[in-house]
């Protein structure tokens, strides 16, 4: 979900469409960017109600590295070298304390929703 939108869309109900695109720095205007710390944050506060203490410990295992390296940590690809990272190799370790593959798949892909929730 993007933050960069019109404030009302061209085609909505009522809406004269005068001008049928925005530029980025007008969309920028009205819905200023959030910084990586503020999505971080916001995003842990969810993930202390939506999540078990080990997937919370996972969590801010990664979220502290988007907010280090960046959104590029959030990439599917980038899972398995986290697991790895925070369980010194052993995967066997992460799934002890995860869960089988597939849900860590879920934790690690459904967390992210909290990232860019609508405010």
């Not at 969309?27 to 995003?43: K, T």
């Amino acid at each position: 979900m993007s933050r960069l939108r019109p404030a009302a869309a061209p085609w909505s109900a009522g809406t004269k469409c005068t001008r049928p695109s925005m530029s980025l720095s007008e969309m920028c205007v009205i819905n200023p960017p959030i910084s990586r710390e503020q999505r971080a944050g916001d995003a842990r506060l969810a993930i202390l109600t939506q999540f078990t203490g080990n997937q919370q410990t996972f969590l801010d295992f990664v979220l502290s590295h988007y907010l280090s390296v960046g959104v590029a940590e959030l990439d599917q690809e980038k899972l398995m070298p986290l697991l790895r990272l925070k369980y010194h190799n052993s995967i066997a370790d992460a799934v002890a304390d995860l869960g089988p593959a597939t849900e860590i798949n879920q934790i690690f892909a459904g967390f992210q929703k909290y990232l860019y929730a609508e405010s």
